[in-house]
T-cell receptor
Framework: DAGITQSPRHKVTETGTPVTLRCHQT?????MYWYRQDPGHGLRLIHY???????DKGEVSDGYSVSRSKTEDFLLTLESATSSQTSVYFC?????????????FGPGTRLTVL | AQKITQTQPGMFVQEKEAVTLDCTYD???????LFWYKQPSSGEMIFLIY??????QNATEGRYSLNFQKARKSANLVISASQLGDSAMYFC??????????????FGKGTKLSVKP
């Protein structure tokens, strides 16, 4: 299994508070992704990173920001959490080169915004 | 328009029988990849199998095979000899662009498979 951890695994917070989720990998993979999973929507991409300090927006990026200061860490921040951001958040990683673009997922973080 | 369609919200299969989970996709890119993931009730996303758009043969991984029909734009997952542990949500996903292009995955809404003893 790919070495991917996410922290925290569960979090309950209140509307308007900032929240940061962390994804840590031990695979030295270049690409990292943040997805959210909601009932009836499958997984949707929030942001992704293609290297240290290189990030780009995904399909549902509004209300989220990311940072990647080291290869192994990719942070997702909700500047001011809203109830619509209650979801399960997955981090994923993938390598480079032909045949290595399969994305492997972390265990997920369940976030509840009250 | 949905790019990945999984038309079966839920399915039942008898233990030890084979089952096919449907997936159709829509893309105008000649280069793409198709993936299947399993999500058990514990919540993790487990990669099962991959098929590239230029692959000549259907992909197989143990009891999993991918029935790839390019002209029909379908990429059905076949699970042979179902086991109780196969009960889970199954997601089909597509990456547009050539292999190694690191495009993001577009997911279907999933099929919940229940294996009956």
């Amino acid at each position: 299994d790919a070495g991917i951890t996410q922290s925290p695994r569960h979090k309950v917070t209140e509307t308007g508070t900032p929240v940061t989720l962390r994804c840590h990998q031990t695979e030295n993979h270049r690409y990292m992704y943040w997805y959210r999973q909601d009932p009836g929507h499958g997984l949707r991409l929030i942001h992704y990173s293609y290297g240290v300090k290189d990030t780009d927006k995904g399909e549902v990026s509004d209300g989220y920001s990311v940072s990647r200061s080291k290869t192994e860490d990719f942070l997702l921040t909700l500047e001011s959490a809203t109830s619509s951001q209650t979801s399960v958040y997955f981090c994923a990683i993938s390598g480079t080169g032909f045949g290595t673009d399969t994305q492997y997922f972390g265990p997920g973080t369940r976030l509840t915004v009250l | 328009a949905q790019k990945i369609t999984q038309t079966q919200p839920g399915m039942f299969v008898q233990e030890k029988e084979a089952v096919t989970l449907d997936c159709t996709y829509d893309t105008s890119d000649p280069s793409y990849g198709l993936f299947w993931y399993k999500q058990p009730s514990s919540g993790e996303m487990i990669f099962l199998i991959y098929q590239g758009s230029y692959d000549q043969q259907n992909a197989t991984e143990g009891r999993y095979s991918l029935n790839f029909q390019k002209a029909r734009k379908s990429a059905n997952l076949v699970i042979s000899a179902s086991q109780l542990g196969d009960s889970a949500m199954y997601f089909c996903a597509m990456r547009e662009g050539r292999a190694g292009s690191q495009g993001n995955l577009i997911f279907g809404k999933g099929t919940k498979l229940s294996v009956k003893p």
